[in-house]
Structures are given as C-alpha cells and as structure tokens.
C-alpha cells in the first residue's frame, strides 16, 4: 500500500511539474511575443521619423524610401487620396520646391500596433503661389500629426494627417468658405 501511495504521490508531483514547466515556457513565448511587437513598434516610430526628417530636408527621394508601391496619401481628407509610390513622388516635390525654410520642431513619434503617429510643429514660407492662391512670401506655422500605417514589410503603406487648415488658411490671407 505504501509503495502504491508512493508512487501516485510521485506521479502528481511529476504531472505538476510538468505543468509548471509549460505555464512557464507559455509565459517566455509571451514575453517574446510582447518584445518582437515593441522592436516593431520602434523600427517602424525610426522609420517614419526618418521619412519625415528628409522631407524636412528636401529629400523627396529619401522621404519615400520606405514607401510601399501600392502607398496611399489620404492627407487630411479634403482632397482626393494621391495613390501610388511614383505619385506621392510627384506631390512630395511640388510641395517642397513650394516652400523655403521648412522645418518641423518638437517631433515626437507614438506607436500602436502598424500604426504611427508623428506630431509636430511645423513652419515655412511659401516661395511660389500654391492651388490658385496668392501665397508667395507668406509664412506659416501650424501644430500637425501625421499617421503612416506600416504592411507586415515594414514599409509605410498608408498616410494620413491631422493639421488646421483653417488656421494655415489664415495664416496665408486666404478666406474659407463659410
């Protein structure tokens, strides 16, 4: 009898452990699921950063580096989305050979998930008239936040943005519609 209850007594300590050991291994995978998805979280705040440090510079180039050919521009939503990688190109260069002395100051990047967010101060002077408004030699200075969603490559496959038009319409002399 004692030997019987000894070995259901080992057999219980064995199966516990055994369980433990599982429980931890789950726990480990967890964890490292959890560090996989912040080193993505921070490649994906560096890259979009660095896309937003050349279009500071006027790199239109390197702005779009780490942009999906299929990439889509939403910009704020009041104008149509710009598709495509050779397009974006296209409106990344006028918009900078549009405006002299850019920058963006105080840049901070948040990240959840595919998504990052870049908020900024952002100030130029508009060299040349833009869309039919008189804008040459005026300056503004507007706060803005810029959303890239990255694909499972790593590369930036949508934009969107959050700034005042109104206020940069302002800013320029230009009225809004009411």
Known sequence: MK???LTM??????LAACNNEKKADEGLKQEKMAHNAEAKEEKNKETALASVRALIAGDAEATLKDVAADAVDY???SMPAVKSKDSLLVMVKSWRESLSDYK??????LADGDYVAVFGE???????DVMG?????????????DIFKFNSEGKIAE??????SAEMMKQLGVSTPK
């Open 104 to 109: 963006g100051d105080n840049l901070m990047a």
């Open 159 to 164: 934009h969107r943005n959050v700034q005042s």
């Open 122 to 128: 952002w100030s130029a002077t508009f060299k040349d």
């Open 133 to 145: 408004m008189k804008t040459a030699g005026k300056k503004v200075r507007i706060n803005d936040v």
């Open 75 to 77: 910009g704020d939503g």
């Open 9 to 14: 007594a080992a057999s219980i300590f064995l």
């Open 3 to 5: 030997k019987m209850f």
